[in-house]
């Protein structure tokens, strides 16, 4: 990947601007043209380095609950125990990592609790294996961005609204938020959305603003594959001290929860992920930041295959930015 290449992912991950014409102003930032910058946006969909530019709704704003779900899985019969969890169009990831005995980890949503746990003792009655259900109580941050040039997932720290206000009261219709979730590559790529809600595109970008400060949008950006960007390492980060205020601002955080614990089976309530191109390269950024916040109980728990992806670390292209 060329430096120019990188400097306009690296755009459009950290200062993809709020206005009419978004591609022109980053153009004008790499001085360069608007056409050459939408080419290149195009191609990394095509490539599958480009997953989509967007804002995506919080699930709280839709009256959802979430949990992280660890399940204790023979390893002969993990890949039969994942797909069985796939068949849930609600879990978001699924992963194996290198953890005993819950080495299947998995994040679903739904309407209740009652919901949740049964569906999940569904999958665990099939198959006979012991799990855990970890609650989202409060997330802190929820922030996935590469840094192309550290080799190490990189964002600002900041806390989430803990409260978002629901989508019902604020009277927006959903098919606004699909408009928002992936933008066109076009030079006008909010006038979709504009016209939803009936608004002029400055009105509708005032509007995305006021929802992102109230927590129920989650920062428009670019979401790259990072398998495709040479980051193939991921990490859970879980600690017994529940610092995770304290963990939402560093940078190399992009997954800050307080999660319930389960006694004798469970007892870390804080957790974070990290991302980065090597395993060196997070053991050493998670050590230090660690070790500057007093933190001393902690495990690292990577992943080793991707199974809503189908990668080993894997090669799934997810193209879902509109071309």
């Known amino acids: 990947m060329d430096a120019k290449t990188v400097d306009l992912l690296m755009a459009v991950q950290y ?10 102003a980053i153009a ?9 910058v939408l080419e290149r946006l195009r191609e990394a969909v095509l490539s599958g380095v480009l997953k989509r530019i967007g804002a995506i709704l919080n699930y709280k704003s839709r009256g959802m609950v979430a949990a992280l779900v660890g399940m204790a899985v023979p390893e002969d019969r993990i890949e039969e125990v994942a797909a069985e969890v796939n068949r849930d169009p609600m879990v978001s990831h699924n992963f194996q990592r290198d953890y005993r005995p819950y080495n299947l980890w998995f994040v679903t949503k739904a309407h ?3 919901e949740l746990e049964a569906k999940v003792k569904a999958v665990a ?51 606004f938020f699909g408009k928002i979730k992936s933008l066109p590559l076009v030079p006008e790529p909010f006038k979709e959305a504009a016209a939803v809600l009936g608004l002029s595109v400055a009105q509708t970008l005032e509007k995305i603003k006021e929802l992102i400060k109230l927590g129920v949008l989650r920062d428009l950006h670019a979401t790259l594959d990072g398998e495709a960007v040479g980051f193939r390492e991921n990490a859970m980060v879980v600690m017994r001290e529940a610092k995770c205020e304290e ?13 319930n614990t389960v006694p004798g089976k469970w007892e870390y309530p804080c957790y974070f992920m990290v991302h980065g191109t090597r395993r060196d390269v997070i053991e050493s950024y998670v050590q230090e930041s660690l070790r500057k916040l007093g933190v001393e109980k902690y495990a690292v728990l990577y992943s080793v295959r991707d199974f809503l992806g189908g990668r080993e670390m894997g090669k799934r292209v997810e193209r879902v930015a509109e071309i």
């Open 112 to 114: 209740s609790k009652e």
């Open 28 to 36: 004008d930032t790499l001085g360069t043209s608007e056409s050459w």
């Open 125 to 175: 009655d099939k198959f006979g294996v012991d799990y855990v259900v970890l609650y989202s109580l409060r997330s802190y941050k929820v922030d996935v961005r590469f840094d192309l040039r550290r080799g190490i997932s990189w964002t600002r720290g900041y806390i989430m609204p803990e409260d978002p206000p629901s989508v019902k009261s604020l009277g927006i219709p959903m098919e």
């Open 15 to 24: 200062d993809f601007p709020l206005v009419e014409r978004p591609f022109q």
């Open 247 to 259: 963990v939402a601002m560093l940078p190399i955080s992009t997954h800050v929860v307080l999660r």
